[in-house]
């Protein structure tokens, strides 16, 4: 099997688009939203988190408020990464808080239950397994990183699932 020359000649041009190379195609643009919209989803799980850290109150919350605070940096960790992927794919990651919620998957919520919180976490990261299951399905072989990037972020969110599902168990 031999390389394609025209692929590697067109990526000796256009250096400030760094990694970016032609080979992206048209499709770069659908990934860049693709790519917002999972960070508008991390982000409101960040202050859906971090509001529910804060907030949480009875016997179980010292535990649970602390869990929270750690779902949250790993959220943040998430968004972080999506948004370096989006410039390296040379789009502009949207940090927009006016059309978060908009863009968003999951909901941000504002109970004052301790087990309310607990199953509003765990339907939101069930709506983001879901997600990024539909986001690789999507990417297919079209770009290895991405799919990468997202494939790593779902054993995150399906962990995070799984723990809060044990909490409301108990």
Same mark, same amino acid.
């Given at each position: 099997?031999?390389?394609?020359p025209?692929?590697l000649?067109?990526?000796?041009?256009?250096?400030?688009?760094?990694?970016?190379?032609?080979?992206?195609?048209?499709?770069?643009? /659908?990934?860049?939203?693709?790519?917002?919209?999972? @960070?508008?989803? +991390?982000?409101?799980?960040?202050?859906? *988190? $971090?509001?529910?850290?804060?907030?949480?109150?009875?016997?179980?919350?010292?535990k649970?408020?602390?869990e929270?605070?750690?779902?949250?940096?790993?959220?943040?960790a998430?968004?972080?990464r999506?948004?370096?992927?989006?410039?390296?794919?040379?789009?502009?990651?949207?940090?927009?808080?006016?059309?978060?919620?908009?863009?968003?998957?999951?909901e941000?919520?504002d109970s004052? /239950?301790?087990k309310?919180m607990?199953?509003?976490? @765990?339907v939101? +990261?069930?709506v983001?397994v879901?997600? *990024? $299951?539909?986001m690789?399905?999507?990417i297919?072989?079209?770009d290895?990183?991405?799919?990468?990037l997202?494939?790593?972020i779902?054993a995150?969110?399906?962990?995070?699932?799984?723990?809060?599902s044990d909490?409301?168990?108990?």
């Amino acid at each position: 099997m031999k390389l394609d020359p025209r692929g590697l000649a067109a990526a000796r041009k256009n250096l400030d688009d760094g990694a970016h190379t032609p080979a992206y195609g048209a499709w770069r643009d /659908d990934m860049v939203q693709l790519l917002n919209d999972a @960070l508008a989803t +991390e982000l409101t799980c960040v202050l859906r *988190y $971090r509001r529910h850290h804060f907030t949480a109150k009875g016997l179980a919350s010292p535990k649970i408020a602390e869990e929270f605070l750690v779902h949250a940096n790993e959220e943040l960790a998430h968004a972080d990464r999506l948004a370096e992927r989006i410039v390296q794919l040379g789009g502009k990651p949207d940090f927009n808080p006016s059309g978060l919620a908009k863009r968003s998957h999951a909901e941000y919520d504002d109970s004052t /239950d301790l087990k309310a919180m607990i199953k509003a976490n @765990l339907v939101a +990261e069930r709506v983001a397994v879901e997600s *990024y $299951r539909q986001m690789i399905d999507l990417i297919g072989s079209k770009d290895s990183t991405t799919r990468r990037l997202l494939e790593d972020i779902l054993a995150d969110e399906e962990e995070h699932a799984d723990e809060l599902s044990d909490w409301l168990a108990t």
